[in-house]
């Protein structure tokens, strides 16, 4: 009996040690700009999000929130899931996901101050509660952060294993007659992401998506 | 001393350096012995440990050979005794079949022979005399009368009675003859039976004596590969190349019909097992599906196994009879199941990628134009799920010929490498050694003008110019036996066996 136990304890031992607890999924965040110059842009935003949801697979995490006067918080978050390990179930998450964004772009109303930092520090609380293996912000906005008088956002980001990538920076007016205020603003949100030890990456061609999870 | 110092051991440097060149040859001619013997030395070292262990290693490869040859000899034993078993199994198959029902045909034979017999006694039957008293008045009817009417209608009755009587001997005899007839035509089926009855018994002969011929034939080789000769050594090392070469590509078939069973079944098994869990590196589902195909595959081993088909477990074919078809039908069946398993998987997969489909074009945004799939893919699919694993369990077939050639020919193949090696370890040798005499040439070379006024000097003596070490003729022979001779490894190997 005792040799008995023993075997079935050495045997348990041996796929426990098989079993790899390291997380595969990907958790992806995406904050999408509702401020009044980018709204019209979120029909874009509803193609990638249809993207995303053909190539994330079962037990992946998706969420998507609007970027606002304070976007630190959770009811900016328009809809987010984790998709269920069976692929019929996470199908029909994945319709049920795509209905809520068609919902919310009909129905999103502009704000007047763009609160990006706030977003992405909502985005790095949910991801790692998430605790996705490979985890991605997606930032669909031109990058113009403005915030309302009182709100502070000067808190340095925490972003290792993250890959922070800006979809469609548009160019503002400004940027047009002085190209320089677009690079310093992008620049600085680079320098940032990877100050916090996070990787950026910028996709403008919303034709060439598959580069967002190429590396 | 630096060599501004040494050009100024004169006034003229090209003094000095002439006075350096000639100190220097000095010093180079008196230590030519011991350089000559210090690079032959080494040159000789290199070569022989080289060539040591060429000699090693082409003694492996006899060693290796003579392995190979007896693996060579047993497999064709072991196919040649499997044959003939056969055959003899066809035999006593043959023997049961056709002379199980002697006795039975036997008896029919007797009582063919029998009714033959009474048929024949029956017609042998004597035809029906004329009545005794015929003569009598056959006589009476040839006395001369005198014409008295009286005697002449005697006489004349007598002779009706006669003609009478003569009439009805005769169709009594036409009839008894016909009856006879009669009789030797009802034996004509018996005479068919009796005829067919031995011409089955000398078919059964036939094939007996056809198998017998087979036997022989087989113990002829048999005897030839006992005997060990070198004809049968070469037909069993080309018979088991082309086996190789066959049971390769069978497999090779095989696996490819593994990974579209293994694509039919991993998806579906995500919706059993989850999609996102993993052991090690691999998919847990990918994995579940792949276990499934090996499982399917083993219970095929195990079914061939039971049927005797193929030996790789000897512990399923010295099963009793009984045990064996038990393991029939349990491996059958759960090879069925599994089937049915997997023909159902081909049908859930068939609806996830249809379900997978119709959301890749609504994100697509595209229009759904009422997909109904066709019936067609998904019953192909069942079915291939369904058969393939039968399919698969063939595998065991040629799986066996691929283990039992693999061992000839990757000897074989070790023996050529071990053959290779030690050509290079020679070449290595021969080229160090030669190096080795190249540079003791180089050195007389740069040292020629001590050696010639050497020469000038023993010539004047009278003395004869020894020649320098490495212009001696190497005529010695290397020796080229390892340490563990083959037959000093045979003789140890004897008692040990």
Redesign the interface.
Known sequence: MKKLFAIAVVLCLLIAG???T?S??TGVYMLLDTSGTYAVELKKAQ?IL??L??IL????TLAVARIDTGSFSEKDIVSKVTFD????V??NQ??AF?QQVEAFVTKVKGSPYTDISGGILQAIEYLNEAESGKKYILIFSDLKEELAKGYKRDIPFQLPDYNVIALNVTKLRGDNIDPKEYMARVEDWRAKVEKGGGDWGMVNDLERLDNIFAN | MTFANMLNITNSPALSILIWIVLFLLALYFARRPFHQAVMSFSKIIRNALRLGAASVLSAEKRLLVRNREVLMAAGLENAERIVEREFDRIAAAVTRDLESYPNVHRQLSEVIVKLDEDYTNSADVPPSLPNWMPIIESIAKIEHSGDSMVANMLAEINRSLTEQNKKAIEDYRNSTAARHAILNKMMPFWRKLERSLDGIASSMSNIKKRAKTVDRCMDQYEKIRAGSDSAARALSTSALTQFAIAALVLLIAIGGAIINFNLIALPMSEMVGGASYIGPFKTSDVAGLVIILVELTMGLFLMESLRITRLFPIIGAMDDKMRHRMIIITFTLLAILAGVESALAFMRDRIAHDMEVLRQTLAGAEQMGLSPSIIPTVGQMVLGFILPFALAFVAIPLEMFVASSRTVLGAGMAWLLRLLAFFLRLLGNIGFYTGRFIVNIYDLAIFPAIWLEGIILTSKGKKIALPEAEIPEDSKLVEEAVDSYEETIKIKEPQE
Do not use: F, H
């Not at chain 1, 697979?57 to 992946?60: E, H, K, T």
């Open positions: 098989c079993t790899d390291k595969r999924s193609k249809n993207y949801l053909g697979a079962p037990g992946d390990e069976r692929p019929s996470a199908n994945k319709r795509m």
